[in-house]
Nanobody, 124 residues
Framework: QVQLVESGGGLVQAGGSLRLSCAAS????????MGWFRQAPGKEREFVAG????????YYADSVKGRFTISRDNAKNTVYLQMNSLKPEDTAVYYC?????????????????WGQGTQITVSS
């Protein structure tokens, strides 16, 4: 099982940018599709972006499409989420996770384990 640690969160003004990182511990990283998810206070966790194991395919929630970019560097066992044009409604704890599925199946996969995540707060 892949172990993941998120970092890069913080406080940013609306319209600003942040880049999140997700570091994996295991050698099996390259065989997994990866996804970013977020959870706002009082809300359920929701899918944000996914990327195939090779990095050749990506998939985004409509709410972030055109603003966020997911990427991965398998040599560094790291997945990134570049967030631009941030809005207050992007405020949430952001999590990454891994799944042995195609990128289109990342949102509906049954994830059993979640890390601490990283907090993003977007002010008006």
């Amino acid at each position: 099982q892949v172990q993941l640690v998120e970092s890069g969160g913080g406080l940013v003004q609306a319209g600003g940018s942040l880049r999140l990182s997700c570091a994996a511990s295991g050698r099996t990283f390259s065989s997994y599709a990866m996804g970013w998810f977020r959870q706002a206070p009082g809300k359920e966790r929701e899918f944000v972006a996914g990327i195939s194991w090779s990095g050749s395919s990506t998939y985004y929630a409509d709410s972030v499409k055109g603003r966020f970019t997911i990427s991965r560097d398998n040599a560094k066992n790291t997945v990134y989420l570049q967030m631009n044009s941030l809005k207050p409604e992007d405020t949430a704890v952001y999590y990454c996770n891994a799944a042995p599925v195609g990128v289109r199946s990342v949102p509906r996969y049954e994830y059993n384990y979640w890390g601490q995540g990283t907090q993003i707060t977007v002010s008006s």
